[in-house]
């Protein structure tokens, strides 16, 4: 039996508050930069069973709304009165998904019995393992990416597991950070809890019961109309990561999104295979796995504002994943970077959206969300330091109607920076530069947002700068309906000195005192195409250093002259740009159309067919072997298509007998 | 006639309310009732109000423009000048390297699920092409790095002037710390533009975090023009209309100020409006021996809400200024887009949502006749029965019920199923829960549980909600004020005149040496001091308060704890409180150590504990008027509901719920279970059994 739709209406009110109030506590006395400024976290309440029906609209991460809890949950038994539970392992359950993330869950009892949990999680800086922050592409076992603990109780009745907690915080790098943002996390779930007795007490045990249910059918149904507005087909699309390890070779994300009336089938299966990097994204291989669907989120959300978010978003979509896949690998691969492959998934279900719906979605955001750590000391104090500084975000997509937002937007909104005057309090290095970066918005009749660029200067040897998630340095934020691809992001040390070294997507490097460091995301993909843009918007443009007087004829077609336009000069410089340059809906940039020219869309689906008939162990070994014969070949021969794929894989497989 | 008296030395108090709509003018004269009326406000013309208020009171309540002693002034100018853009131009100067704080804010969302979406900087106040960046550099130990360029300042500053900017804001990172740089700027762009108005980082929230302080300063820039223009506008009508008396106006955090320091420190009178409302409401309860309140101001489109506690508003040190927070400590005011002309909607899952879209009061709701086709709160509220059609405000204009009926009718109570009586009692709860939500939040978030409270219900719409809320919040104690609409005006008539100056000061607690707190303080004291001499205050008529923000080391947003330096220890003492703030608020506090961000003093003189002797007088016509059905939310079916007058009410008058009580600009709705009494002064105050 369902509640009535006012009541339902007044029980959402309450529930988003109460989610709300937990990120609130959380948020405001958290320790770790990484939690209270850049609000890597979350809070929510599911159902007895663990699916995720209130979640914060405006504070912490966008990622776990969908999230269920129901596994972890049936991990501990005997559940009692004031237990607190805790895991951090990505192989057990596929809550958590990569080690930094502790979730916890909290039973809510009424008359003896569980009637929902208080969930949340918070980001760590650091839980251990091979490399400061515990993250690194450079990882391959799980077993490098810190302490894992399966899932335990805490607090058993209210009483902290003091042993627990040793071995914990003996195990990470800043005790001091992971315990306060731990009471914090605490605090946050103790909060949901009263929230909840609240609401029994409001609504009643009964109502409050089939309350939280129908709020997720609730949602549903609205995710539900909206699909009903997408035209029924096939879409394909895919995207890529520009390296499928450091160094390595691309890694491609691919879906075929099959639309029906009230549901929809998006099947991964064309993407890669399990990585030897840390960029596996576990999900268990589950079909609604939050995860796979945080675009979703972002796009319903944005074409319906007033839907409640919670689980309900995720039960009209089926996944289909390959086993031992980038998406669903097996244990013990190393999953840490799964944020990276996460971040360029969420591209390519907004692209399945922008073929499907052109006029409504926006064109690609800068699908990089880079997480920088720094870890030195104090020439004076000799103090070590280890702090997450800034997440450096690109630009927004451009909107139809709008331009993209600058410096972050898209699906990236939700990680704050850190003000330069708590980073250089808490951190012994000097910010020099922390601005948007000119020409980097992919040019639009609406035009990309801009990327970010942060230059800082390091004092002490042996300082580690991780710079994690960079990707997109050679794979482009595509732009829609003819508007062209963001710009590219970089990585410098010393720039334009003779110490000079360019790091493209190098995720960790070692610098010396006096070393600067200089890092740019990437921008945003345009809408429309750029020799629609008015003049007069081009000249705004450059008169704010959104655009150079370059920039402006090479990418729009406009001619300015000591700060005004030369309309003659423009219309016919126009005119010649358009009538050479046509671009398809979509535009992704010089360096992916070179890429396909060798490895299009046909030869690498018969690449990874043939992998998904090796052992997993196998698969990423011979991709590396493929793509080296491929280049070799295509030196020789020029033209390849599917039939020469096929051939060459067949030759390297050959060199191992003991694969037949 | 017989002879004429000669004229009385009355010193009269006058405070004036601009909104929107209406000029709600109070007046106070020693021995007499509190008067009030509420005028059209005269669009794009505060003086003209001002001068229209001042004929008023001659003309109806025979007070001669030279009898006004004070004129108190409460404002939505600075506000307004930000949601119509309507702010001077100006130009931001800052540390190179960083031109783009302003733009590109904190990085993240308010609306976080939101892929379309326009910005949430204040980007308007100095676009790009208006923001120069200048050589210098400030280390975080407040250490010169890089010393000033000057002549790049000269030459930021000549662009922007030709660039049309009327004012400059001035930000360099850890400025707070070693203001130097910036003061040395302002008197390069001084000694070429000895007339630019400038605002220094420094002086206008010398505290960490370069966004928050950047947005502020440029804050400060952008309405320094626009209040310097306001305020000599009003004070050339007071002086045409023969008011000597000097003008106040209402500062954000409550407290008045002259217009001297008015005009220096323009970002402070953001929430102008709705402070003197908030202090009217902590005045009201005051009378009623009640300092733990929740006013509730509810309105056509919003309703603001506030918490009192021990007869003080909440203070919180940033605010929401159209949308954009503004690092400014102002009353912690809630607005939510809930009121009387709310929207009723279903949404496509067939849901009933109420707002934030509001009818406004053109067309309005649909039972005002204008042409609203839209189902709002009060056309719910006549269809159950609580607005009687030909009585609202004051019969002014007469209610149509049958097109609320028809249009909740259509736009709810068919599509779900319901009959129109359930549809409109849903529309009641639904808005009442956002409500409930709103007065939670700002009560939570102190950790303040509201059952202890007293609500207090402002506006036209507040006391038709009141009991319900209270209900739902299990708050068993409502105080009506006599006249609900004109409270804010009122308010200005009992604040004090208050100044706050604050300080960065990052030290640890422990080891903290008191003389060199004192010594802050004693800096505080002398800015604070300052400002008073400058509105003419006797230094033996002040009275001084001390804050710290304080923090866990290595949290990152402070708790605002009062310091007792009055205390044996005071150190101790202020530590202490801490704990058991930290734990109110967050609901846990262990002795891990603790450190000042930044300090605080406020000097305070004058205010009063009541709006006057107010002189209640009831017309002496029986209350009660006649009696009619009503439905409410706890019973099934309608109830029959005394009607009573509320301008006839003697104190000590009692009478039980259900019922309702009518004024002219407001109608209050007492639920069963409740039961009302007049007290003396003409408050109504609601208790529930």
Known sequence: ?660 | MSEKRPPKPRRIDVGVDIGGTFTDVVCRSPGEPIRAVKLPTIRGDPSAAVLRSIAYMSRHWDVAPVEIARFLHGTTIATNAVIERKGAKIGLITSSGFKDVLEMGRGSRQALYRAILEPETPVFLAPGSRRKEVKEQVSAKGEVVVPLDEAEVEHAAGQLIVDGAEAIAICFIFSFLNPAHELRAREVIRARHPDLMVSLSCEVDPVFREYERTVVTAFDAYMKPVVERYLGKLERGLLEAGVGAPLQVMQSRGGLAGTKVARKRPVRLFMSGPAAGVIGGTIVGRMAGKGDLITIDIGGTSSDIALVEGGRPIIRPEGKIAGFSVRVPMVDVNAIGAGGGSIAWLDTAGGLRVGPHSAGSEPGPACYGRGGEEATVTDASVVLGYLDPDFFAGGSLRLIPTLAHEVIAKKVARPLGLAVEEAALGIHRVINAQMVEGIRLVSIRQGVDPRRLTLVALGGAGPLHATALAAELAIGNVLIPRHPGVLSAAGLLAAPIEHEVAQAFPRALGGLSLTEVRRALAGLDRGCARLMAEDRVAPQAVSVEYFADMWYVGQSYPLEVPLRMSERDPLASLYEDFLALHDRIYGHSTRSPAAIVNLRAVHRAGGSDSVGELGYEPTGTDARKTSRLIRVAAERGPVLAEIYDRAAMVPGFTFWGPAIVEQDDTTTLVEPDWRGTVVSDGNLYLERQ
């Open chain 1, 1 to 660: 039996m369902a509640i009535d739709k006012v009541k339902l209406q007044v029980l959402a009110d309450h529930s988003l508050a109460a989610a709300e109030s937990m990120a609130n506590t959380l948020c405001r006395t958290a320790h770790s930069t990484f939690v209270k400024e850049t609000e890597d976290f979350t809070t929510g309440l599911t159902t007895a069973e663990g699916e995720t029906f209130a979640a914060p609209r405006s504070l912490g991460a966008t990622w776990f709304v969908g999230l269920d809890y129901a596994n972890v949950i049936r991990m501990i038994d005997d559940y009692r009165e004031g237990d607190i539970c805790m895991t951090n392992d990505p192989y057990s359950g596929f809550v958590c998904t990569h080690s930094p993330d502790i979730h916890l869950w909290k039973p809510v009892f009424h008359k003896g019995e569980i009637v929902c949990f208080a969930v949340g999680h918070v980001h760590n800086t650091d839980v251990g393992g091979a490399v400061p922050a515990s993250l690194s592409r450079t990882l391959t076992e799980v077993h490098q990416e810190g302490i894992r603990i399966p899932p335990v109780k805490l607090f058993r009745a209210g009483e902290l597991d003091q042993q627990l907690l040793d071995v914990l915080l003996t195990n990470v790098r800043v005790r001091d950070q992971n315990w306060g943002d731990l009471k914090a996390l605490v605090a946050a779930v103790n909060t949901g809890e009263r929230k909840v007795r609240e609401m029994i007490a409001k609504f009643g045990i009964a109502d409050f019961r089939i309350g939280i249910r129908d709020l997720l059918d609730y949602t549903e149904a609205t995710a539900r109309s909206i699909i009903r507005t997408i035209p029924n087909g096939t879409y394909a699309f895919h995207d890529y990561i520009d390296e499928d390890s450091p160094g390595g070779v691309p890694c491609r994300l691919a879906l075929d999104a099959i639309v029906g009336d009230e549901s929809i089938v998006l099947d991964f299966r064309r993407s890669d295979p399990q990585l030897s990097s840390s960029m596996n994204m576990p999900t268990g291989g589950a079909e609604r796995h939050t995860l796979l669907l945080v675009a979703i989120y972002h796009a319903f959300y944005s074409l319906r504002p007033d839907m409640l978010v919670n689980a309900g978003m995720t039960r009209p979509f089926r996944c289909l994943l390959a086993d031992g896949s980038i998406l669903n690998p097996r244990y013990p691969a190393a999953v840490g970077m799964r944020s990276l492959t996460a971040i360029r998934l969420q591209d390519v279900v907004f692209g399945f959206l922008a073929a499907a719906m052109p006029e409504r979605m926006p064109a690609a955001p800068a699908g990089s969300i880079c997480i920088m750590n720094v870890l030195t000391s104090d020439p004076k104090t000799g103090r070590r330091v280890m702090a997450a500084i800034d997440p450096l975000v690109g630009g927004g997509g451009a909107m139809p109607g709008f331009d993209g937002s600058n410096g972050s937007g898209g699906n990236a909104g939700f990680l704050k920076n850190t003000p330069v005057e708590i980073n250089e309090v808490e951190v012994p290095i000097r910010v020099l530069r922390y601005g948007l970066t000119p020409d980097s918005g992919g040019a639009g009749r609406h035009r990309g947002g801009l990327s970010v660029t942060l230059e800082f200067q390091v004092f002490a040897p042996n300082t580690v700068i991780t710079a994690r998630n960079r990707d997109r340095t050679r794979f482009q934020a595509w732009g829609t309906q003819g508007g062209r691809a963001g710009a590219p992001s970089s990585f410098f040390i010393n720039r334009g000195s003779p110490k000079a070294r360019v790091l493209g997507n190098t995720d960790i490097c070692t610098v010396e005192p006096g070393d600067i460091i200089e890092i740019s995301s990437s921008g945003g993909g345009g809408w429309g195409s750029p020799f629609d843009r008015p003049a007069a918007a081009v000249l705004a443009d450059l008169e704010q250093a959104f655009v150079t007087a370059e920039g402006a004829k090479r990418d729009y077609g406009v001619v300015i002259r000591d700060g005004v336009v030369d309309n003659a000069a423009s219309d016919e410089l126009r005119q010649r740009l358009r009538s050479q340059k046509v671009k398809d809906h979509f535009d992704f940039g010089p360096e992916r159309e070179a890429f396909e020219r060798l490895w299009g869309g046909a030869n690498y689906d018969v690449l990874i067919e043939r992998l998904r008939s090796v052992p997993v162990e196998w698969r990423f070994f011979l991709k590396r072997k493929v793509f080296d014969a491929v280049a070799a070949s295509a030196k020789e021969k020029g033209d390849i298509g599917p039939a020469t794929i096929a051939a060459i894989f067949g030759g390297v497989k050959r060199e191992f007998p003991q694969l037949s």
